[in-house]
């Protein structure tokens, strides 16, 4: 079922309070689908879909959620109904949780949680911010070298349902030393009796408590593992990273290049939870290093002035308009092509995103108006010239970040993809739109 038609069903069956036939539906739906519903629904209809849940699936769905519809869940909850979320989930999204909510939530979510889990919750918060220790998880299967294939099975019935992964189980000496791996197939087509030790793999994939988290993400892609174990410098067995937390690694890490290669400071909020001035900080510095660079070109014209027959000063700042307005644009677009990959974005919120892109542009486009104005200003002493270029300036970086915000959007409603369609054709129509501009003032200034 499409996603606006499951939305559509679940506020259907709200309006018509037919629980029952609620709760049924609902369990039907993926745990991953339920942040999409509850983006449409307010604080008391998210109440009471969470509550119709059953207890291990309501702990998987507040998982999927964001950190802002977790909080307000949290607010919402009894202890209880804590307690049941705290005692399902893994230890690392547990960790992951306490980094995320205010004190005064943390206190709380600490309240309902067992004395065991927190003092492995604080544990993992020890680990220092991006390494193995920080996105790893406690919750393993593990296995003595002596088990025979019948002891492994027994353990795995007792403890499995609280292990993040039963695929790959761990072979631990009687100090927890990691001595190899041994997966669920294998332990399946060997003799019940025959020991773990003999049907193991010695030559293991790992990774140490402190390594980088993006160079511990690499092995999965190239050994394409499903877990890896973490050991620390003793090579006692302490964690192990499962393949959902390295994707979710992937992803960070590849919307922090993302926002870097549009020469953006990077970001961990969402787009829509971004606040405007917060947009604005990350793009104004790399926006005046750019601008300021654009100048070489502009010098360059200028050299020739003399060549130029009609306002040669003028002119000569079409190259810096130019490349401001194309690298505001850029900005825009990057974020609308991010937010569309990864459905934060919609095209029906056009509107939304074209009004914060607006306010956005204001900002910056004050800021930077008023760095030329000044530099103009100093530099040739003519505050008319200066009002002209800063004003085209605001001007330019308004639509170029306005047509960066709606052409992916437009690519996208045309099944078309927005990073290869926007891009070109944003350049061209910001350049052409930015002398249109230029020229419409200056010739409204000097009456020519």
């Keep these: 079922m499409k996603d606006e038609k499951i939305i559509e069903e679940v506020i259907d069956l709200i309006e018509y309070k037919k629980i029952k036939q609620l709760r049924e539906f609902l369990d039907t739906i993926n745990e991953a689908d339920f942040p999409m519903i509850f983006k449409d629904l307010d604080e008391e209809k998210i109440i009471m879909v969470y509550r119709l849940l059953p207890k291990e699936k309501a702990a998987k769905v507040f998982i999927e959620l964001d ?3 977790e909080e307000r869940l949290i607010n919402c909850l009894t202890d209880k109904e804590i307690k049941n979320v705290m005692n399902e989930i893994y230890m690392d999204d547990a960790t992951d949780l306490i980094e995320e909510m205010p004190s005064n939530v943390v206190k709380r979510i600490l309240a309902n949680t067992k004395s065991e889990d927190r003092k492995i919750i604080n544990e993992l918060l020890k680990y220092p911010d991006d390494t193995a220790g920080t996105i790893m998880t406690t919750e393993f299967m ?3 070298e002596n088990m025979t294939v019948d002891d492994a099975f027994q353990r795995i019935k007792k403890k499995g349902l609280k292990s993040e992964t039963i ?9 927890r030393k990691l001595l190899g791996v041994v997966d669920i197939k294998s332990l399946l087509v060997a003799d019940r009796d025959e020991k773990v030790k003999d049907i193991m793999e010695t030559n293991i994939i790992k990774a140490q408590t402190l390594d980088d988290q993006e160079e511990v993400v690499k092995l999965f892609d190239k050994y394409d593992v499903v877990a890896v174990p973490v050991v620390d410098k003793e090579n006692r067995l302490v964690g192990i990273i499962t393949i959902d937390d390295a994707i979710d690694v992937m992803q960070e890490e590849a919307s922090e290049d993302f926002e870097l290669m549009a020469a953006m400071s990077p970001t961990e ?5 971004t606040s405007v001035f917060s947009h604005a900080k990350n793009r104004i510095v790399w926006l005046l290093v750019l601008m300021i660079s654009a100048m070489i070109t502009g010098a360059i014209i200028e050299h020739f002035e003399t060549s130029i027959a009609t306002l040669p000063i003028l002119v000569s700042f079409i190259p ?8 505001c644009g850029a900005q825009s677009s990057t974020l609308i092509i991010r937010g569309l990959a990864t459905d934060e974005i919609s095209t029906k919120d056009w509107i939304k995103a074209v009004w914060k892109e607006l306010r956005v542009a204001l900002l910056v486009g004050i800021v930077l108006a008023i760095v030329n104005t000044f530099r103009i200003t100093l530099q040739y002493g003519e505050l008319k010239i200066a009002l002209v270029v800063s004003s085209t300036m605001i001007c330019t970086i308004i639509v170029s970040k306005i047509l960066g915000c709606l052409l992916p959007i437009a690519a996208k409603k045309l099944k078309m993809d927005p990073a290869i369609m926007a891009a070109p054709l944003l350049t061209t129509v910001v350049d052409a739109t930015t002398v249109l501009i230029f020229f419409s003032i200056v010739s409204s200034a000097f009456q020519i």
């Design 67 to 69: 950190s802002d519809d």
């Design 167 to 175: 695929y790959k189980c761990y072979v631990l000496s009687v100090d």
């Design 269 to 273: 909020d969402s787009y829509f939870k």
């Design 142 to 144: 593990d296995f003595k």
């Design 320 to 327: 810096m308009l130019m490349g401001t307005g194309g690298n």
